[in-house]
C-alpha cells in the first residue's frame, strides 16, 4: 500500500460522562486547533448537554456535532447531528449536516451517500466490545473497492505505525475517545496537561 500524502481529519469524542475540569480541557483543546468534537453523552439529560455548551465560547458552536436532543443543533448553531448506528433515521424536517457511525462494509456504500462523513467502527482495535475488530485484510479489500474515502473515518486508538496504515488505506480522518481521555482520571487530577500534549501528538502525526 501506497501511502496517501493528504491531510485528515481529527475527530474528538467526548467522555460519555459529564466531568467537572471537562469544559476547561474541551476550550484547550479548541485553542490548540480542534476543529470537530462529537458531544457523545448517550442517555444524558439534555439538562447537562446545555451547561456544558454554556461554558463554552460561542465560538466554537460551529466546530460541535451532537449525537442526541438535536434540538440543540438549531438552539446553539451547532454544526450537525449524528446517527450512532445504521437504523436510526434522522428526525423529520430537519435541515442541516448528517454524520453516522457504522460497523458493517457492507452497509458503508449506502450509508455515505446521505451522511457528510461516516465513523467506521472497530478499525484495528475494538471500541465496540459488541463487535469484532475489522482485520487488515477486509480493510484492504474494503479500500481496494473504493469503500473507504476521505468521507470515511475510522474510530480506533492509534499507535504511530496504525496511523500509517490507515492513512494508507485512504482513510478521511481519525476520531479520537478513549485513547485520549485515559491520559486523564476524573477522580484524581485536575492537571490536564497530558491531554493537551496527546492530542497535539495525534494532529501532527496524521498531518
Given at each position: 500500500m ?13 467522555r ?24 457523545y ?8 448537554a446545555e451547561?456544558?455548551?454554556t ?52 452497509k ?10 461516516v ?15 475489522l ?51 476524573i ?21
Open positions: 501506497k501511502i496517501a500524502g493528504k491531510i485528515m481529519k481529527l475527530v474528538i469524542l467526548t460519555p460522562t459529564y466531568f467537572i475540569e471537562e469544559d476547561k480541557i474541551l476550550t484547550s483543546l479548541f485553542e490548540e486547533g480542534m476543529d470537530n468534537l462529537h458531544l453523552k448517550p442517555e444524558s439529560s439534555p439538562m447537562y451547561r456544558l455548551l461554558l463554552l465560547s460561542e465560538e466554537y458552536y460551529r466546530y460541535i456535532t451532537v449525537h442526541e436532543h438535536f434540538y440543540l443543533k438549531s438552539e446553539y448553531k451547532l454544526a450537525g447531528i449524528h446517527l450512532d448506528n445504521t437504523e436510526k433515521f434522522v428526525p423529520e424536517g430537519y435541515k442541516g449536516n448528517v454524520s453516522r457511525t457504522c460497523n458493517d462494509l457492507q458503508l456504500k449506502d450509508i455515505k451517500k446521505n451522511s457528510k462523513y465513523f467506521l467502527d472497530n478499525v484495528l482495535c475494538s471500541h465496540n466490545n459488541n463487535s469484532p475488530t482485520s487488515i485484510d477486509e480493510l484492504k479489500y474494503a479500500s481496494h473497492m473504493g469503500l473507504i474515502d476521505k468521507k470515511v473515518y475510522a474510530i480506533c486508538s492509534p499507535k504511530a505505525e496504525d496511523i500509517k496504515t490507515i492513512k494508507a488505506l485512504g482513510f478521511g480522518g481519525i476520531v479520537l475517545g478513549n485513547d485520549l481521555w485515559n491520559h486523564f482520571d477522580h484524581s487530577q485536575t492537571n490536564f496537561s497530558s491531554i493537551v500534549e496527546h492530542f497535539k501528538k495525534i494532529k501532527k502525526a496524521i498531518n
